[in-house]
């Protein structure tokens, strides 16, 4: 019997496999974290790719830095002081230093939940703000060659020097996070972050995909418009562990990290499997099933047509959109939410109900979260209610030679076909 640790809200869950059933484990290399993460930030700062030296930006009025929200696992307490220092250090008072929390169409954080994102000494000392998509004094920088209007955070666009942080780590249709991501869609209108999400169904839009990828390099080409200066990104590990740090021009930081990451995330699979067991990656992965549908695009990847698999979400902010859950309502089938989604053109918060009936229409989705068995169910998929016995009723139903996959870590593991 073959024991399985899979993360799971702020825990984990375990599961049980008989060896007949020759289990695989499906997930990223486990590198060790960086010695000391802060002197990493700090390296990275005094060895900036592409020839970029924050120094040469001491005479401009003010800085402002673009951060990710509650639902991305950055460590900003350890990205920001060594920056904060360094800032200050080329003569940028506190007060001219600006955070602003990228939020892309997610709702914007309340003051009250700062903290969950920053140390206390951060929000005392530098001024914070949250994007919201829908601000009628967003900057228009026109539209890219797609034609996708660029609408952009004011307060970011007044700064004389503007920075983005974030991880560099696999994502499911944007390729790869990271980089000018931050700002180019977290601090974007809506209408930017609907056109070009609209490029989803391109078959090019998919996890490992960078410098094919339609949508992703949009994401780029905003990111100049913008005219992104500076990038501090990271690399973790595993466990949420700081492995590796790069700072600099934002097109050498993303060429720098998707290479370590592809050497970390990427795995070589031989065969597609009948029951594959995912977990998005616990907090803040599963936050909500927004976020965690992402673990489902990738665990699809490796599992056969009429394949099941068990998804591990907790979930305890439900489905995460209210525009999915709206486009969900009177849905009877998989089908009719691909047809309803291709009627109605693209949206973001509906494009969730397309990603997972994309999936769900083709293997059976079963779902182990905190969510109400009705709300689950809501959104046609089938509710987890005991995982021991879900797990056994799916083994029960194979043939014993059959083989299963693991995915602990899901959302950042990039699998590939060997055929």
Same mark, same amino acid.
């Given at each position: 019997?073959?024991?399985?640790?899979?993360?799971?809200?702020?825990?984990?869950?375990?599961?049980?496999?008989?060896?007949?059933?020759?289990?695989?484990?499906?997930?990223?290399?486990?590198?060790?974290?960086?010695?000391?993460?802060?002197?990493?930030?700090?390296?990275?700062?005094?060895?900036?790719?592409?020839?970029?030296?924050?120094?040469?930006?001491?005479?401009?009025?003010?800085? #402002? @830095?673009?951060?990710?929200?509650?639902?991305?696992?950055?460590?900003? $307490?350890? =990205? +920001? &002081?060594?920056? /904060?220092? *360094?800032?200050?250090?080329?003569?940028?008072?506190?007060?001219?230093?600006?955070?602003?929390?990228?939020?892309?169409?997610?709702?914007?954080?309340?003051?009250?939940?700062?903290?969950?994102?920053?140390?206390?000494?951060?929000?005392?000392?530098?001024?914070?703000?949250?994007?919201?998509?829908?601000?009628?004094?967003?900057?228009?920088?026109?539209?890219?060659?797609?034609?996708?209007?660029?609408?952009?955070?004011?307060?970011?666009?007044?700064?004389?020097?503007?920075?983005?942080?974030?991880?560099?780590?696999?994502?499911?249709?944007?390729?790869?996070?990271?980089?000018?991501?931050?700002? #180019? @869609?977290?601090?974007?209108?809506?209408?930017?972050?609907?056109?070009? $999400?609209? =490029? +989803? &169904?391109?078959? /090019?839009? *998919?996890?490992?995909?960078?410098?094919?990828?339609?949508?992703?390099?949009?994401?780029?080409?905003?990111?100049?418009?913008?005219?992104i200066h500076f990038a501090l990104n990271a690399v973790l590990n595993n466990n949420k562990e700081v492995v590796r740090v790069i700072a600099g021009d934002p097109v050498a930081v993303m060429e720098a990290g998707i290479k370590l990451v592809r050497s970390i995330c990427q795995v070589s699979v031989k065969h597609a499997y009948d029951l594959v067991i995912a977990s998005a990656g616990g907090h803040p992965k599963d936050i909500n099933l927004y976020q965690s549908q992402k673990a489902l695009t990738h665990a699809a990847l490796l599992t056969k047509d009429k394949g099941t698999v068990i998804l591990l979400a907790a979930c305890p902010e439900g489905p995460g959109s209210k525009g999915y859950e709206k486009f969900m309502e009177g849905v009877t089938s998989f089908s009719e939410v691909l047809a309803r989604f291709k009627t109605q053109g693209f949206e973001v918060g509906p494009h969730k109900a397309f990603l997972v009936a994309r999936d769900a229409s083709r293997v059976n989705v079963h779902l182990f979260s905190s969510m109400p068995t009705w709300q689950v169910q809501k959104l046609l998929l089938a509710p987890v209610i005991n995982l021991d016995q879900a797990v056994q009723q799916a083994l029960n139903e194979l043939p014993s030679s059959t083989r299963v996959a693991i995915m602990p870590i899901a959302t950042i593991t990039i699998p590939v076909m060997e055929s």
């Amino acid at each position: 019997m073959s024991i399985f640790i899979l993360p799971y809200g702020t825990g984990h869950e375990e599961i049980s496999i008989p060896d007949s059933f020759h289990p695989d484990l499906i997930a990223p290399l486990d590198v060790p974290a960086a010695p000391d993460p802060l002197e990493e930030v700090t390296h990275a700062l005094m060895n900036p790719l592409g020839g970029i030296d924050l120094s040469r930006f001491s005479g401009s009025h003010s800085v #402002a @830095i673009a951060i990710n929200d509650k639902t991305r696992p950055v460590p900003h $307490h350890i =990205l +920001l &002081p060594p920056l /904060l220092r *360094k800032l200050e250090e080329i003569g940028f008072p506190p007060a001219s230093i600006s955070l602003i929390i990228a939020t892309g169409t997610h709702l914007p954080m309340p003051q009250s939940e700062f903290s969950k994102i920053l140390p206390s000494e951060i929000i005392g000392r530098y001024p914070v703000f949250s994007h919201d998509t829908d601000a009628v004094d967003l900057v228009d920088l026109g539209v890219t060659s797609r034609g996708t209007p660029v609408l952009v955070n004011r307060r970011f666009m007044q700064a004389g020097l503007r920075i983005v942080l974030g991880n560099i780590e696999p994502h499911h249709f944007m390729g790869f996070s990271g980089g000018v991501k931050t700002a #180019a @869609i977290g601090l974007a209108g809506r209408a930017t972050i609907n056109q070009n $999400h609209a =490029l +989803l &169904p391109h078959p /090019l839009a *998919k996890t490992g995909h960078y410098a094919d990828n339609p949508m992703r390099q949009e994401v780029e080409e905003i990111g100049k418009r913008i005219g992104i200066h500076f990038a501090l990104n990271a690399v973790l590990n595993n466990n949420k562990e700081v492995v590796r740090v790069i700072a600099g021009d934002p097109v050498a930081v993303m060429e720098a990290g998707i290479k370590l990451v592809r050497s970390i995330c990427q795995v070589s699979v031989k065969h597609a499997y009948d029951l594959v067991i995912a977990s998005a990656g616990g907090h803040p992965k599963d936050i909500n099933l927004y976020q965690s549908q992402k673990a489902l695009t990738h665990a699809a990847l490796l599992t056969k047509d009429k394949g099941t698999v068990i998804l591990l979400a907790a979930c305890p902010e439900g489905p995460g959109s209210k525009g999915y859950e709206k486009f969900m309502e009177g849905v009877t089938s998989f089908s009719e939410v691909l047809a309803r989604f291709k009627t109605q053109g693209f949206e973001v918060g509906p494009h969730k109900a397309f990603l997972v009936a994309r999936d769900a229409s083709r293997v059976n989705v079963h779902l182990f979260s905190s969510m109400p068995t009705w709300q689950v169910q809501k959104l046609l998929l089938a509710p987890v209610i005991n995982l021991d016995q879900a797990v056994q009723q799916a083994l029960n139903e194979l043939p014993s030679s059959t083989r299963v996959a693991i995915m602990p870590i899901a959302t950042i593991t990039i699998p590939v076909m060997e055929s």
